[in-house]
């Protein structure tokens, strides 16, 4: 093509040529001389370059020759100006390899739909706890809802489940669920081979079934497709494998779970029974003709309108109604705050970044005004010269947009190593073509709205102007424009400062919080008991306590105890409070219940306020002895004594317990969660028979004991699994650790905004003062003294600055709201925050301003002035 | 003349050389000249419009070009009309008379 092309100029120039010989031709024979026949001829032709141009500039093979050219021309200029290159392409990467990071990160998770068939249909159902929030639902309502609504294919319930593995190989405990058997119908996912759950299998003294993940088949049962109709021990008892599911399942609900098993809940709803227990989640699948408020409402009439067939127990009366959203909604409701938040915060990044190219490209241009001009002169048209530059500002676009895909992959997988645990479809997150899309359209809008200020702002003025004014002094609209965008840069970052002020404010409260107990040098391990012979409650209890004494001799351990559950992991085991001689007409009376040893309240140095502790006189068989949190005692007792006080917990059928003494609060939820009521039974005593205990062991170099204290167990019963080794004072920290993603994410991006910003004030004051060196000249010729330039740049810079700041102020008020379910302890109009942050913008900009000051007061008018 | 419109009227400089061609193939400058005599110099050609002109109506097919020696022996291209050429100087010149007689029935008539 470029041979044709060369082929075709020389046509062009010959036509031109031959049209120029022919004028002349003519004039010489009207009597001109010949040099004056041609200096005429080419005059009436008029400017040829231009003609040529006109001629040139048809067709699209023309079109795309001139992009070339302006590309080669644009990629030699890049080239020339190495150091600019650097500067504006490392800059547009970080910004556009952390927005592409970020998008990555929040796309699969807020944007995309759940791996599902149809899975805008699928919706989770709650129970409305009495502080408005969703609470699981029992067994008894999901009956009456599968029985009553018209609106679902499928509804299907679930708990968690954490059967042994035993048999060949090593005991191992596993993540399952136990689940109706309509669970996958309701997902839309059948299993790979085998078949799945039949109503048949979820009922009491159906065969047991195991359905596998695809993980934990290859990795335990060799990938053998015999396995169906096998049996595999779980928990002692033996499962007859019906089927596998396929690997591409992503369970949402329970991200690790690999197997599952009928729930076999008991239809006939026993008033007594886990029936009507608060703990399972309800999934439906919505027919094809509904709508999801539709259902919500229909939900709400049941809940509603009981009917005598479904007799409902009162702590499941329905009263508040029922929740209902989209499966969607629900599992990123969580962590949509954090995720808009840092969505948020990079966009800004992203934006103050292109800002700073915006301005480096025009600060650059002012050096090209002349050659511009020149070219104008030449017959180049404006719209032409526009798409030179813009040309060239896309090319550095394009080359940022490269360089960023490498940072977005190592800033994605930065991400989700911070990522708090929380967060859903982490296996989705990747550098997929929806991120290359999104890369390459933003990196055109980018390349196109950097490159287009400078191009208009340059091709603006008349040309005899510009060629007139042969200095590089700058007009006072081109210095506004700059300091603009300047004032722009700081703003922006004054509102991501201010949003990583408040974020670290937020998680220093929170880590201020006093959680009720000591967490330094305590160590936390999960104990199971598996296998048949734990079929026998009393079984269990001997081994806890003998597992207890063999860890108590270890040498070094200052004392140990057993909970049923422990604050900070996720435990959330309550039952209601009613007492005997104080009416409480609260609907939620709920209270953490804690099955402990003697020792653990000790262990985790959680104050004893009044009475006894839990001691080894408290026996099974005994009368039973409770511990009460102090605002429990405070709030049924205000100013009397708890101590003999009689109370039930959970089950009514059992003889009242005792209160023998007070402790303090603990937070168990999390740091931020204020409710305390909670109970401490002695484990012996406890009617639910736990099959799984948290040990707490407190020593002085305790981590360096974890080997000692497992062998202690596991010289009781060596197939025990222990489970999530973990230290307190990392369930402490973990506990904050989505406002920590947030916080960890935000400074990284509020520290780049800094420098850029900085760097941008730094910019446009040392290409000021290099413009204006004539005029500062002149000013220390007539008198001015160093100090005073000094001052008339510091303030230049200053202003900018204040502007900026007041301007983002404004902004950090209006997007601080968005923080506001992440901060914690703070207002969004935090003073501190804001006066802070403004004075560290002022600190950084002055510096920034220095330099450039103390140039401009060296300026020596003698040079100055001779140089013109 | 200094004061006097010499553009030729827009939009009808293609039809102009369709017609300079329809006589005899003629290169760029001898189309400029013929013009220009048979207007009675009312009429200058554009060198930039009139090439660019050639070229765009050789790309639609109206005209064929070819290298010719000219009369003082230089490469000259000589362009022709071709049979499209031809039935869009017809279609172009009816338009035209269609419009000049609807211009020159709205100047004559009376207010």
Known sequence: MLARRRNADRDLDDEVEHYIEQGTAELIAAGHSPAEARRLAIMQLGNATVTREEVRAYGWENAVDSMITDLRYSARRLRNSLGFTTVTVVTLALGIGATAAVFSVVNPILFKPLPYPDAGRIVTISDRAADGSRADVTFGTYREILARSRWFDALAVMRPWQPTVTGEGEPERLDGQRVSASYFRVLGVPPAFGRDFDDSFDVPGAPNVVLLGAALWRRRFGGDSAIIGQPVLLDGVSHLVIGVMPSALENVLAPAAELWTPLKYDRSLPVQGREWGHHLRMIGRLRASASIEQAARDLNTIAGEPIAEFARVPWASLTRGLLASTLHADITNQVKPVLLAILGAVVLVLLIACVNVTNLLLGRSVQRRAELAMRTTLGASRPRLVRQLVTESLLLAAIGGVLGMFVAESGVRTLVALSPAELPRLNAIRLDGDAFIFVAVLTTLIGLAIGAIPALQLTRRPVADQLRSKSRSSTGNHRAVRSALVVAEVSLALVLLVGAGLLLRSVHRLLGVAPGFDSSRVLAMQVQTAGPRFGNDSVTQRFFREALQAVREVPGVVSAGFTSQLPLTGDVDRYGAQFESVRDDREDRSAFTYAVTPGYLETMRIPRLSGRPINERDLAGASVSVLVSQSLARRMFPGRDAIGQRLHVGSTDQPWYTIVGVVGDVRQASLAETSADAVYIPSVQWYVANRAMWLVVRANEVARLAPAIRRAVWSVDKNQPIARVALMDELVAASASDRRFALVVLEMFALAALVLAATGIYGVLAGGVAERTREIGVRAALGATRGAILGMVVRHGLGMTALGVAIGTAGAVAASRALGSLLFGVTPLDAVTYLGTAALLFVVSATACWIPAWRAARVDPAITLRTE | ?111
């Not at chain 2, 290298?67 to 009309?81: C, P, T």
């Not at chain 2, 211009?103 to 009376?110: V, W």
Request: glycine share 6%; charged share 30%.
């Open chain 2, 1 to 111: 003349m200094a004061d006097q419109n010499t553009d030729v009227i827009p939009g009808t400089l293609d039809m102009l050389i369709l017609k300079t061609l329809s006589l005899e193939p003629m290169h760029g400058f001898g189309i400029a000249r013929r013009v220009e005599q048979i207007s009675r110099g009312v009429f200058k050609v554009n060198p930039g419009s009139l090439l660019t002109a050639l070229q765009r109506l050789e790309r639609s097919g109206w005209l064929d070009a070819e290298w010719r020696q000219s009369e003082n022996s230089r490469r000259a291209k000589y362009y022709s009309l071709t049979r499209a050429g031809r039935k869009q100087l017809e279609v172009e010149t009816e338009d035209w008379e269609r419009r000049v007689t609807a211009i020159a029935r709205l100047l004559r008539a009376e207010a």
